[in-house]
């Protein structure tokens, strides 16, 4: 299939094939940086535990917690029409 786009054609060669498997061997082995810290912070002592917790703001003690804000943002994506008016 011919790339649509003459500018990138140049980079056909390097680009993804339908099917084709990026990584045939998996991710590399052992555990995640997310699972050490989840093992790490449960296997904390209480007293380890508060002196943790104290080095931390408490906005991040709430998100970890509570998890973040939803975010309720809304805009109004009509465009505004101006209107130049002669005098």
Same mark, same amino acid.
């Given at each position: 299939m011919a790339n649509p786009n003459p500018k990138t054609e140049h980079l056909a060669a390097w680009q993804?094939?339908? @099917?084709?498997?990026?990584n045939p061997n998996g991710r590399a082995g052992?555990?995640?940086?997310?699972e050490?810290?989840?093992q790490k912070l449960s296997s904390m002592t209480e007293e380890e535990t508060e002196e943790y917790l104290? @080095?931390?703001?408490?906005?991040?003690?709430?998100?970890m917690a509570e998890g973040k804000?939803?975010?309720d943002v809304e805009h109004n994506t009509e465009k505004a029409m101006l209107i130049k008016i002669d005098e």
């Open positions: 993804f094939k339908k @099917g084709q498997i990026t052992g555990k995640s940086l997310k050490r810290a989840k104290n @080095g931390l703001d408490k906005k991040t003690i709430w998100e804000p939803k975010q």
